[in-house]
Structure formats: structure tokens, C-alpha cells
């Protein structure tokens, strides 16, 4: 079924809790609906939403608001084939090689418009390992094969097998192999400026795994999980690591239901190993010889460094601009702290930290979040 309405409120549908409008709001409920709607005649600019969960809405929206409500999940084989997987909707074929990536993969089917966090909800009691360190993200699954959502040492990339959609332009049904989606940090083929906007996610194939896999090399997750499980005599399962996520992620990001947000506002820059070298030494220099700057190495030589830290060395930790704030626990998400916040406001944050971080470090924080 497809509902239109005009003026919508999207307070609702955007999780930074921006109060403003679309002109257009259609909403549909299945795969076959999407043929119906005729692109062509849509208002313009057209704009598909998922959860709203990784946008700042800066002004009232002049164009159509798609949103799916395709919302179904399905397991497809458990014969773990490992060549040839034939998908449910009997016209297209899944290569997959799990020899690369998942062991004896369980392929699940996930309509686009199924909350992300209820799909590693229903994974774990399912007893099937990938995505539970993903749990507790805000956001649909479409738009999370979108962004390439991660956390904790897992990109939805990893177990993602193929992405089907219906192509706005040439109006037919397509997929895309996971090596087609050409994924980066928070990037895909989806963002890129030749096809923004042209393909609509209708569902994604998971390849999950009933065989464990547990990815517990980030940070202190091991530590953690490993209290966990010895407080509840608990076997390693997904739901467990799940639980320990969810807790994480509680005490350290803010509760998108009490505190609109888009998770982290900016994305972790990477910098010359030499910049990091000269950061690392002017950061002893103020801090102790025996301080340590948090970083990654990159395969190719690159450093990437939190801009959490960045900020908070800035200063901003904590600190409030009319209705916008810098989260405390976790200083690369900026908050709506009053639910009053406008749209200038956040901006106006963001830039005042872009600039201090780019006089204090030399380096250029770009936003996660996609300005509307
Ligand atoms: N840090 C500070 N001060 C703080 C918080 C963090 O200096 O107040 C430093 C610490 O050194 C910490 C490091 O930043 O070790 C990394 O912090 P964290 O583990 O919280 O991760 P992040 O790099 O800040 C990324 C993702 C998050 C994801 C976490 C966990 C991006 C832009 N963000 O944040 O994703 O939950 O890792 O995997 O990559 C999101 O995308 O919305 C999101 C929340």
C-alpha cells in the first residue's frame, strides 16, 4: 500500500528531532509498490529516509520524503552451498564464497525497512553470529547497507552478501554483489554523487553463520564480555555479546528516545603517520612524555586517529550552544540537549569545533551526518 501526505511533520522521523516539514510524504509497504510510483511526477528533490537517524534536516524539506515500510525477515537456505544460493524471489542467484568471509553461511533475507536493531534482536534469538556487534545502532536495515554502519570492530559490509533494489531511473529491479556496493569506512557505491538518490534499497541478503565467530578485538570488549560471562555462567552466544553492547553503548551514547542525536556527528579522520608523529610529540609535550594519543594503523601507513579525542582536547566536552550541546560521554556526538535545538544551532557547533580542531591539530573533521 502507498500513502501520500502533504506537509508532513518529520519531528518524529528524524532522530536529531529537528522540527520541520515535507512538502511530500510518501510511505509504502512492499516491493511491488515501488513500480507504481511514478518518480517522474514526485516533487523535487527526492529524498528516501530510513530510520532518520544519520541526517540534519537544516530547513523545512521542499520535495518528497520516500520511506519503506518493507518489513519482513526471512532465512533463505541453510544448505550452505557454497556456490550457488538460489533467492527467494526466484529471479536472481547469490554467489557467494564463503571460504572468504563466513563459515557455512545462513543467508537472511531483510526487507529495507525493518529496524536494524530488531533484526540483531532476532538474529541473536535465532542463535545466528554477525551483526551482534551492531546491535543497539539506530536505523533501518536499507539505509544501513547505505552508510556501511559499524561498531566495535564489525562493518555491515562483513556479512553482507547482496543488496536488491529497484533502480528509480531505467524503473526495473537490480542487485548488487557485496564487491559491487564498493564499500568504505561509512561509504558506498549508494553515496556517490553519479547515482545518489537513483537506487532504492528494497531488502538485503545477510550471510550469518550458526557456527561462532565471535569479533571481540576491539578495545575492551573481550574484557567485558568475558565479565559478563563469567557473572551469568553464561556460554559465549550472540545474545550475550549482544547484551554487553547494548550496555556499552548505553553508558556511553545518548538514549535516542530521551536525547536526539545522530550518533557520531563527525566521521574519525586519517592523517599521514608524520602529522600523527608531530600530533603525538605535541601532545607529551602538554600532557607527559608517557602519554599516549589513541590511533590506529592503517595497512597502508596511514594513522586514524578518534576525533573524540581530538575534540575533547579542544575542549568541547560537555559544552552547550543555545539548545545544542556536545555529548559528555562521548564528544563526537552532538546532542539536540533541549528538543528545541534549530537546525543553525547544531551547524553552528559543528563549525566552531571543525575550526578549533583544525587550529589546534592541522586536521579537517568532515560530518558523518548528511546535511538536508
Ligand atoms: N575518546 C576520547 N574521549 C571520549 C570518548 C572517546 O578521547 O570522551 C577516544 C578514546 O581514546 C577511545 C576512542 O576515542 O578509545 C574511540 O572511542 P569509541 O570506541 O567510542 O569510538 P569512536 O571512534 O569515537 C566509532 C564509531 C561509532 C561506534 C564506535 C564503537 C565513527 C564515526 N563512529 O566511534 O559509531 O559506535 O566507534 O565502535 O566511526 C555512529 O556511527 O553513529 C557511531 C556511534
Same mark, same amino acid.
Given at each position: 500500500?502507498?500513502?501520500?501526505?502533504?506537509?508532513?511533520?518529520?519531528?518524529?522521523?528524524?532522530?536529531?528531532?529537528?522540527?520541520?516539514?515535507?512538502?511530500?510524504?510518501?510511505?509504502?509497504?512492499?516491493?511491488?509498490?515501488?513500480?507504481?510510483?511514478?518518480?517522474?511526477?514526485?516533487?523535487?528533490?527526492?529524498?528516501?529516509?530510513?530510520?532518520?537517524?544519520?541526517?540534519?534536516?537544516?530547513?523545512?524539506?521542499?520535495?518528497?520524503?520516500?520511506?519503506?515500510?518493507?518489513?519482513?525477515?526471512?532465512?533463505?537456505?541453510?544448505?550452505?552451498?557454497?556456490?550457488?544460493?538460489?533467492?527467494?524471489?526466484?529471479?536472481?542467484?547469490?554467489?557467494?564464497? !564463503?571460504?572468504?568471509?563466513?563459515?557455512?553461511?545462513?543467508? %537472511?533475507?531483510?526487507?529495507?525497512?525493518?529496524?536494524?536493531?530488531? @533484526?540483531?534482536?532476532?538474529?541473536?534469538?535465532?542463535? +545466528?553470529?554477525? #551483526?551482534?556487534?551492531?546491535?543497539?545502532? !539506530?536505523?533501518?536495515? *536499507?539505509?544501513?547497507?547505505?552508510?556501511?554502519?559499524?561498531?566495535?570492530?564489525?562493518?555491515? /559490509?562483513?556479512?553482507?552478501?547482496?543488496?536488491?533494489?529497484?533502480?528509480?531511473?531505467?524503473?526495473?529491479?537490480?542487485?548488487?554483489?557485496?564487491?559491487?556496493?564498493?564499500?568504505?569506512?561509512?561509504?558506498?557505491?549508494?553515496?556517490?554523487?553519479? %547515482? /545518489?538518490?537513483?537506487?532504492?534499497?528494497?531488502? #538485503?541478503?545477510?550471510?550469518?553463520?550458526?557456527?561462532?565467530?565471535?569479533? +571481540?578485538?576491539?578495545?575492551?570488549?573481550?574484557?567485558?564480555?568475558?565479565?559478563?560471562?563469567?557473572?551469568?555462567?553464561?556460554? +559465549?552466544?550472540?545474545?550475550?555479546?549482544?547484551? #554487553?553492547?547494548?550496555?556499552?553503548? /548505553?553508558?556511553?551514547?545518548?538514549?535516542?528516545?530521551?536525547?536526539?542525536?545522530?550518533?557520531?556527528?563527525?566521521?574519525?579522520?586519517?592523517?599521514?603517520?608524520?602529522?600523527?608523529?608531530?600530533?603525538?610529540?605535541?601532545?607529551?609535550?602538554?600532557? *607527559?612524555?608517557?602519554? /599516549?594519543?589513541?590511533?590506529?594503523?592503517?595497512?597502508?601507513?596511514?594513522?586514524?586517529?578518534?576525533?573524540?579525542?581530538?575534540?575533547?582536547?579542544?575542549?568541547?566536552?560537555?559544552?552547550?550552544?543555545?539548545?545544542?550541546?556536545?555529548?559528555?560521554?562521548?564528544?563526537?556526538?552532538?546532542?539536540?540537549?533541549? *528538543?528545541?535545538?534549530?537546525?543553525?544551532?547544531?551547524?553552528?557547533?559543528?563549525?566552531?569545533?571543525?575550526?578549533?580542531?583544525?587550529?589546534? @591539530?592541522?586536521?579537517?573533521?568532515? !560530518?558523518?551526518?548528511?546535511?538536508?
Amino acid at each position: 500500500m502507498i500513502k501520500t501526505e502533504y506537509y508532513k511533520d518529520l519531528t518524529k522521523m528524524n532522530t536529531f528531532g529537528m522540527k520541520v516539514k515535507a512538502r511530500c510524504f510518501v510511505e509504502y509497504d512492499s516491493v511491488a509498490d515501488l513500480v507504481d510510483i511514478e518518480f517522474g511526477d514526485l516533487a523535487r528533490p527526492v529524498l528516501h529516509i530510513g530510520g532518520g537517524s544519520n541526517l540534519l534536516f537544516t530547513d523545512d524539506f521542499k520535495g518528497t520524503v520516500l520511506h519503506s515500510k518493507i518489513d519482513f525477515i526471512e532465512i533463505l537456505d541453510e544448505s550452505h552451498d557454497p556456490q550457488l544460493v538460489q533467492h527467494s524471489d526466484r529471479t536472481s542467484l547469490c554467489h557467494f564464497d !564463503p571460504a572468504k568471509r563466513v563459515e557455512k553461511p545462513v543467508l %537472511v533475507s531483510v526487507g529495507a525497512g525493518v529496524v536494524f536493531d530488531d @533484526f540483531c534482536d532476532w538474529a541473536a534469538k535465532e542463535g +545466528l553470529w554477525g #551483526v551482534e556487534n551492531l546491535s543497539y545502532i !539506530p536505523g533501518e536495515v *536499507g539505509a544501513s547497507a547505505v552508510q556501511n554502519i559499524g561498531a566495535y570492530g564489525v562493518e555491515v /559490509k562483513d556479512v553482507i552478501c547482496r543488496v536488491y533494489c529497484y533502480d528509480t531511473v531505467e524503473e526495473e529491479f537490480v542487485s548488487f554483489g557485496v564487491e559491487d556496493c564498493r564499500y568504505g569506512y561509512r561509504d558506498s557505491i549508494f553515496k556517490s554523487p553519479e %547515482v /545518489k538518490g537513483r537506487y532504492v534499497v528494497t531488502h #538485503v541478503v545477510f550471510a550469518l553463520s550458526r557456527i561462532p565467530q565471535p569479533r +571481540l578485538d576491539y578495545g575492551h570488549l573481550a574484557d567485558a564480555v568475558k565479565e559478563a560471562q563469567s557473572a551469568r555462567a553464561s556460554e +559465549l552466544t550472540p545474545s550475550l555479546i549482544r547484551k #554487553v553492547i547494548i550496555r556499552i553503548r /548505553k553508558e556511553k551514547l545518548p538514549e535516542p528516545s530521551v536525547m536526539g542525536s545522530a550518533g557520531s556527528f563527525f566521521k574519525n579522520p586519517v592523517i599521514a603517520h608524520e602529522h600523527f608523529e608531530r600530533i603525538e610529540s605535541a601532545a607529551k609535550a602538554e600532557h *607527559g612524555a608517557d602519554y /599516549k594519543v589513541p590511533h590506529y594503523d592503517l595497512p597502508d601507513g596511514t594513522v586514524k586517529v578518534p576525533a573524540a579525542w581530538m575534540i575533547e582536547q579542544c575542549g568541547w566536552k560537555g559544552r552547550r550552544s543555545g539548545g545544542a550541546a556536545v555529548w559528555d560521554k562521548q564528544p563526537l556526538v552532538i546532542v539536540n540537549h533541549t *528538543g528545541e535545538a534549530f537546525p543553525e544551532e547544531i551547524i553552528g557547533l559543528e563549525k566552531r569545533i571543525i575550526a578549533s580542531v583544525k587550529q589546534k @591539530f592541522g586536521v579537517e573533521l568532515h !560530518p558523518e551526518v548528511d546535511h538536508i
